[in-house]
């Protein structure tokens, strides 16, 4: 009885720490992992969540250490499951890194870690001997010998994220030519948030994680950026380009250049104060993405996602 009581008094110390976030580290390089550094290897990396793509990045070529006893390169391309926004889904996820190198040709090493951060902290000892605490959870690395173009993929489960209604709708397969007009006038649509008194740019920004739409108002630097003489414009239908991928998701982007290109970038020179230009920037960006990611209703409707 006292064993069973004493088991009892430990299952809330024993239960398994709960995961908040989870870490992805990507790193192409030359040299080795014995020594206190390495080379990266120069690039571009394109990082996509659940076949949806996140965004793309170059990789320079830099000397940066290789630390501690696991031998951890501080790598170029750091994802977090917090910055995969919405696309992250409640369960199973898949991260895929295409690392491009600039010499087509080269031959180098890449280095994939992954871990859990959790909500407890464990405390050990390293090889060394010193004392050491963390609160990362389950983790691993893959190390590999590649030549030119890598593609490398990583499951994980998020219980922590958000399950939003649009991750349950029907994936789409492919889009008939009535779905690529509806697509090409919700591209459109998004020019209506670009006009006084703004009410819908706000509206738009409410939805989104980290704005303070408040703050932003009180800045107005969209006002001081429509009164400066930015104006966007959209790209043009057919050149357009429709990207589905095996899920809800489809992705709307130019076929050349920007989705949404600012008419004269000139004119950002226009507004005063670099504390203005930054909120007109960052909002801007916001407001007309590179991309849509869209979905299709099961009534049939086509909506933004993100």
């Known amino acids: 009885m006292r064993f069973l009581l004493a088991m009892l008094l430990l299952l809330p110390s024993l239960a398994r720490a709960a995961v908040l976030n989870v870490e992805i580290h990507f790193a192409p390089f030359t040299g080795d992992l014995k020594s206190s550094k390495v ?12 076949n949806v793509l996140l965004t793309e990045m170059p990789v320079q070529r830099d000397t940066v250490p290789v630390l501690f006893d ?17 696309g992250l889904r409640k369960g199973k996820n898949k991260v895929r890194i295409e690392f491009e190198p600039t010499d087509p040709k080269a031959a180098y090493m890449t280095q994939l870690r992954w871990n859990e ?20 959870g389950a983790g691993g690395a893959d190390v590999k010998s590649v030549t030119g173009k890598v593609v490398l993929e990583r499951e994980f489960v998020a219980d922590f994220a958000t399950d939003r209604p649009w991750h349950h709708y029907p994936a ?8 690529k007009k509806r697509l090409a006038a919700l591209v459109r649509a998004r020019m209506d948030v670009w006009k006084p008194d703004f009410a819908a ?13 408040a703050e932003v108002r009180r800045n107005k630097c969209l006002e001081a950026a429509y009164a400066a003489g930015v104006r966007i414009t959209s790209t043009a239908p057919d050149q357009l380009e429709f990207q589905t991928t095996g899920n809800p998701e489809v992705v709307v982007k130019s076929r050349k250049g920007e989705l949404y290109p600012v008419a004269d970038t000139k004119s950002f020179d226009k507004i005063k104060g670099n504390e203005l230009q930054m909120c007109a920037g960052i909002v801007l960006s916001i407001l007309f993405p590179d991309r849509l990611v869209v979905v299709r209703n099961p009534a049939g409707e086509w909506q933004v996602a993100y």
Not at 201 to 213: E, M, N, Q
């Open 172 to 179: 789409v397969a492919s889009l008939s030519d009535e779905d």
């Open 70 to 86: 696991a031998r951890e390169i501080a790598a170029p391309v750091w994802i977090t499951s917090q910055s995969l926004g919405p």
């Open 201 to 213: 740019a706000y509206k738009t920004l409410s939805g989104v994680k980290g704005i303070d739409v």
């Open 39 to 50: 080379q990266t290897v120069p690039g571009k990396a394109s990082v996509y969540v659940n």
């Open 117 to 136: 951060v959790t909500d407890q902290v464990t405390r050990g000892t390293s090889a060394s001997g010193a004392s050491t605490s963390t609160n990362q």
